[in-house]
């Protein structure tokens, strides 16, 4: 129960602070700081989303990967929410993008490959990241998901083997 607490609050603020952070300030303003602050982001929970993955398939019993990717699949799409909102600053990269609120759903839309239409990247830079996103989601998210799935279903597999050893033992 402690676990889904911790779980829950540490999701919730990365969403407060995703509302409350002035990324207003970045963008056109600031380019250099915005593109160092995605990359460096990006970057960090790739290597973090990965070394969850190591650890399920090397069936490390001391990692808690459903704890630790569950959140940096939040952070992921906070991070590229952050970046397009930042982004439609520039005038002439998206269409319909005007608050964080539509870059956190133009992000879960690409996530999802829903693609509604009603918000979409116009210019380059925003097509790129985009781009960037699709794979980025594919390659670490999807990977991410695998091994989340895999090790739930060797819990599951294992569970009634345990239940069996002590009902067979002594």
Known sequence: MRSWL????????????YFLLPLDNLGPQRPVLSWVLFAV??????????????HVLLNRPDSRPGVVISLLIVLSVHVFSATYY????????????????????????TLATVGYGDIHPQGQVARVVTVLQ????????TAAAT???????????RRPERGRSRRDGP
């Open 6 to 17: 911790v779980r829950v609050g540490i999701a919730a603020a990365v969403v407060v602070a």
């Open 134 to 141: 699709i794979t980025y989601s594919f390659v670490f998210l």
């Open 41 to 54: 982001l990006l970057t960090v929970v790739a290597v973090l989303l990965l070394r969850q993955i190591r």
């Open 86 to 109: 930042a982004m439609a600053k520039s005038p002439g990269e998206f269409s319909g993008l005007h608050t964080k609120i539509d870059a956190l759903y133009f992000t879960v839309v």
């Open 147 to 157: 091994a989340l799935t895999t090790r739930l279903r060797d819990m599951v597999v």
